[in-house]
T-cell receptor, first 109, second 113 residues
Framework: RKEVEQDPGPFNVPEGATVAFNCTYS??????FFWYRQDCRKEPKLLMSVYSSGNEDGRFTAQLNRASQYISLLIRDSKLSDSATYLCVVNMNDYKLSFGAGTTVTVRA | DAGITQSPRHKVTETGTPVTLRCHQT?????MYWYRQDPGHGLRLIHY???????DKGEVSDGYSVSRSKTEDFLLTLESATSSQTSVYFCAIRDPLGDTEAFFGQGTRLTVV
């Protein structure tokens, strides 16, 4: 079983729609969680950290469910510029960050 | 943007030749990582370093070696490149204090022919 698993998508949504997707992780002792965004042929960049109580950054909302070992990302009012691959990242221990393979989102006009 | 640069950005090399990729940071972060990214696999850890001269293997370390002689530089060497090592290589840095995120270099696109 992979340490971090994501639905690869693609999620193809119209502008203005809401899209949500999950990521599951295998290590119950995982310490911290992140969502990264990666544009085609570019480096991953931090979108947001995920806190236990859930957190929101503008149109983006992240949730953590430790009991079921998953995190989620919800994007409201999708923009064309939200088209990207979203990577789920889990800090397994002091040094190790494990990455999901990514969820592709395409927002169409 | 975090001060992290990779060189070269693109390289084509022949099977069997040695190749060294360089990662340079100006952030003084203790942790440095080398990942490779391939379609369907996401980012896979090759090697990481937790200090000068302190390195360890990741999940796909076969065929790769690393060195870190000073805080700011982390070198990845393919001793004898193979076609299976054709990939995009990313370096990352991270401050281990607190639950901090990693910052990535722009990547090196390596093609082994």
């Amino acid at each position: 079983r992979k340490e971090v698993e994501q639905d690869p998508g693609p999620f193809n949504v119209p502008e203005g729609a809401t899209v949500a997707f999950n990521c599951t992780y295998s290590n119950s002792a995982s310490q911290s969680f992140f969502w990264y965004r990666q544009d085609c042929r570019k480096e991953p960049k931090l979108l947001m950290s995920v806190y236990s109580s859930g957190n929101e950054d503008g149109r983006f909302t992240a949730q953590l469910n430790r009991a079921s070992q998953y995190i989620s990302l919800l994007i409201r009012d999708s923009k064309l510029s939200d088209s990207a691959t979203y990577l789920c990242v889990v800090n397994m221990n002091d040094y190790k960050l494990s990455f999901g393979a990514g969820t592709t989102v395409t927002v169409r006009a | 943007d975090a001060g992290i640069t990779q060189s070269p950005r693109h390289k084509v090399t022949e099977t069997g030749t040695p190749v060294t990729l360089r990662c340079h940071q100006t952030e003084n972060h203790r942790y440095m990582y080398w990942y490779r990214q391939d379609p369907g696999h996401g980012l896979r850890l090759i090697h990481y370093s937790y200090g000068v001269k302190d390195t360890d293997k990741g999940e796909v370390s076969d065929g790769y070696s690393v060195s870190r002689s000073k805080t700011e530089d982390f070198l990845l060497t393919l001793e004898s490149a193979t076609s299976s090592q054709t990939s995009v290589y990313f370096c990352a840095i991270r401050d281990p204090l607190g639950d901090t995120e990693a910052f990535f270099g722009q990547g090196t696109r390596l093609t082994v022919v």
